[in-house]
């Protein structure tokens, strides 16, 4: 039991307590004892299973406190789940150093306490779920460094307080959940610059005033409930507000009044809230019949002005114009992706880092490209994959958008892609230089044959499994990515760390040419009768959902 990696019994009725056996399984990878009837302690024994990167004791009968030493569980990458039991306390102090975590779930306990300030690290966690506890105090503002952060409940709780501004850097969430609780105030005007929210829930609370006219800049908003608040006054009728009135999620029961609810406010309310600001967007928006003409006016403009820049750029400067259009082959769609990415290296600052990319910096050649090494940045080492002329034709269509893609890769056993250059003619990737080379190499080259040391061994394929889990959830999330998974697509960095590298993001017709290329492989060496070289690789490919 001691090599065992992974450990799953979820969904049975296994009694009694979580046997310290266990944890003598020190190369344990996932421990999933979700779902079943166990009770008693989590043991302190726990915190030796220093490789874990999933943890599930979900929907048990534990008791008692968190124990401390699940912070030593540094390897934790994935979930941490001990939802649905009865575990008393607080957020132990450790928990700082689960920074690679990507979901933590305590919901469904008697935790109480304040939220601890810990979350200064959590660069990687994408959902937290703390609710149906008994929290008090206020929102940490060590919360504003889960700049990753998709999902946040914290309903049914007694947290107190105002939402503070802190919050508003959290850009990438989708789902917030405040209600149950008893924060007051108003609700903040800067929740409209969350752009990417599709849910908020912050019923069953104490707000006050009315609704920040923000609210409106949230294209993906399909859930908003404020029910059961002190809100009150003036509310303009504009769609986003008649949407949630019709959906039932606001009333003007809790003093909200105006022509969205078909009734007019007292002096006192059109005094306190229908401000100058107010009068004036009201009054905009009853002169909005105008909107399309005087948008149609401004689009007539804009086109006739773009057609003399080409007109000037083709007769005056008719070499950038002819890189303009080559550029424009890419999709529109990536194009608009990486308006906004500041990029980090030029051209020219690849041209400096390789010298004109001479052939004495190159470390590696492929059928598609050629690898070079230089010197980018604070004088780091970086690895610079250019794309031959061949790859170019059949990569620059999804070029842009795919970089898009795999730039969302963040994974300490994954090749992480630190920025990408497109020119005429010529496609590049910059990732970090990894100093001890390939696992191809480090086990079969006769120079290196003695390099690796059996523990390293070891801790090289739990660090390739670690990585291939994150990136079946990646895959699942956000889009399917494959790679060639051989021995030369495994970097080792200055410690030994394995990283997965070659990834692409695979397209619907991808899956059955990958299937069909494997079954040719092997129906040929079946026939030719040959054993393959240590080199031949098996395409890996995400599972769907």
Request: charged share 20%.
């Amino acid at each position: 039991m001691q090599y065992l990696t992974e450990l799953v019994l979820h969904n049975n009725q296994f009694t009694g307590s979580i046997t310290t056996s266990i944890t003598s399984a020190i190369y344990l990878v996932m421990l999933d004892l979700s779902y079943n009837e166990i009770g008693s302690f989590i043991p302190d024994s726990i915190g030796r299973l220093s490789f874990l990167a999933h943890l599930s004791f979900s929907n048990n009968k534990l008791q008692g406190t968190i124990p401390q030493s699940i912070g030593n569980l540094t390897s934790l990458a994935a979930v941490l789940d001990l939802s649905n039991n009865s575990l008393t306390g607080d957020i132990p102090s450790s928990f700082r150093n689960l920074e690679h975590l990507q979901k933590l779930d305590l919901s469904g306990n008697r935790l109480s306490g304040s939220l601890p300030d810990i979350w200064e690290k959590f660069q990687f966690l994408k959902a937290m779920d703390l609710s149906s506890n008994q929290y008090n105090g206020s929102i940490p503002t060590s919360f504003q460094s889960l700049l990753n952060i998709q999902y946040l409940d914290l309903s049914h709780n007694f947290l107190n307080g105002t939402l503070p501004i802190e919050l508003s850097k959290l850009v990438k969430l989708s789902v917030v959940d405040f209600s149950y609780n008893n924060f007051t105030g108003f609700l903040p005007d800067w929740l409209g610059d969350i752009s990417s929210l599709s849910y908020l829930d912050g019923s069953h609370n104490g707000f006050v005033g009315s609704l920040p006219l923000s609210l409106q800049n949230l294209s993906y908003l399909n859930v908003f409930d404020v029910s059961y608040n002190n809100l009150s006054g003036y509310l303009i009728d504009i769609p986003i507000f008649r949407q949630f009135v019709e959906s039932g999620y606001l009333d003007n029961e809790q003093g909200l009044c105006g022509p969205i609810f078909n009734t007019t406010c007292s002096s006192a309310d059109t005094t306190d809230t229908e401000s100058e600001t107010y009068k004036f967007l009201k009054s905009a928006a009853e002169k909005s019949q105008y909107l399309p003409l005087f948008t149609l006016a401004i689009f007539g403009v804009g086109v006739v002005l773009l057609l003399v820049l080409c007109l000037f750029f083709q007769k005056c400067q008719p070499k950038l114009f002819r890189e303009l259009l080559e550029f424009c082959d890419l999709e529109v769609s990536s194009m608009i992706k990486c308006c906004g990415r500041k990029k980090r290296f030029s051209y020219s600052d690849l041209c400096s880092a390789t010298e004109h990319f001479c052939n004495r910096n190159i470390i590696g050649v492929g059928h598609q490209c050629k690898v070079f090494v230089g010197e980018l940045g604070n004088d780091e080492k970086h690895a610079i994959k250019v794309f031959n002329a061949n790859a170019f034709k059949e990569i620059k269509l999804h070029f842009l958008e795919d970089c898009n893609v795999l730039a969302e890769i963040q994974h300490e056993n994954v090749m992480q892609l630190q920025d990408w250059c497109y020119k005429r003619n010529f496609l590049a990737l910059v990732h970090k230089y990894m100093p001890n080379g390939d696992l191809y190499d480090a086990l079969y080259d006769i120079e290196v044959v003695n390099f690796l040391t059996w523990d390293e061994r070891l801790g090289i394929a739990l660090d390739v499994a670690n990585g291939l889990a994150y990136l079946h959830r990646f895959s699942k999330e956000r889009r399917r990515v494959c790679c060639q998974l051989c021995p030369g697509n495994i970097l080792l960095d200055e410690y030994c760390r394995a990283k997965i590298a070659g990834l692409r993001v695979l397209r619907e017709s991808d899956t059955t040419l990958l299937m069909e290329d494997v079954l040719k492989k092997r129906q040929h060496n079946k026939k030719q009768d040959i054993v393959q070289s240590p080199k031949d690789f098996v395409n890996y490919i995400a599972p769907g959902e």
